[in-house]
């Protein structure tokens, strides 16, 4: 399978369902999930459209830390509770805004976001970070998108075995 300048389809769980297939091969046998993390931040900002950053913060110490990501440098630290991730890990629910600006306590990384998602990932039932997507695109994100970017972080948790970082809980 290419990586390189593919052709995603037109239709977004077409894209998607291809993206899933690319993420699929590249974790295949590896467990690393900063390697892992890694591929998968860079298929989505090549594979999605309208998107200005894409990336994961890891649980260390009690608070997000900046994980894989593909755009702008980003906050490093984010406080459980706090912005949308924080939200997101805190309460292990899934956050998907319409428009930031209407977010209570959102942090602008970017100010060119406008919208966002984020799901948290798990390990031994635990929340262990989070899957971030930004876009200028206010309501840029709906229910498709929310359904095959669970599978695609359900696929991360199974691969990846976290015990080999040292973030811990
Ligand atoms: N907007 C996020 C902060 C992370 S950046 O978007 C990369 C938040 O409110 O948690």
């Not at 998607?16 to 699929?24: A, E, I, K, S």
């Not at 892992?36 to 830390?65: H, K, R, S, T, V």
């Amino acid at each position: 399978m290419s990586f390189a300048s593919i052709a995603y389809p037109a239709d977004k769980a077409g894209r998607y369902d291809l993206l899933l297939r690319q993420v699929r091969a590249l974790t295949d046998g590896v467990s690393h999930p900063i390697a892992n993390m890694a591929n998968a931040a860079a298929l989505l900002w090549q594979g999605l459209p309208e998107i200005n950053w894409c990336g994961f913060y890891l649980m260390d110490g009690g608070a997000l830390m900046l994980g894989p990501f593909c755009g702008l440098p980003a906050c490093i630290r984010i406080p459980l509770g706090r912005g949308v991730c924080g939200t997101a890990a805190q309460k292990d629910e899934i956050q998907r805004v319409h428009d930031v600006h209407a977010f209570p306590g959102h942090i602008a990384c970017d100010g060119a976001s406008n919208a966002e998602i984020v799901i948290p990932m798990h390990f031994e039932g635990r929340v262990i970070g989070v899957l971030d997507i930004d876009s200028p695109t206010i309501g840029r994100f709906d229910e498709t998108d929310q359904e095959k970017l669970s599978v695609l972080v359900r696929h991360l948790e199974t691969c990846c075995n976290f015990s080999h970082t040292v973030y811990a809980l």
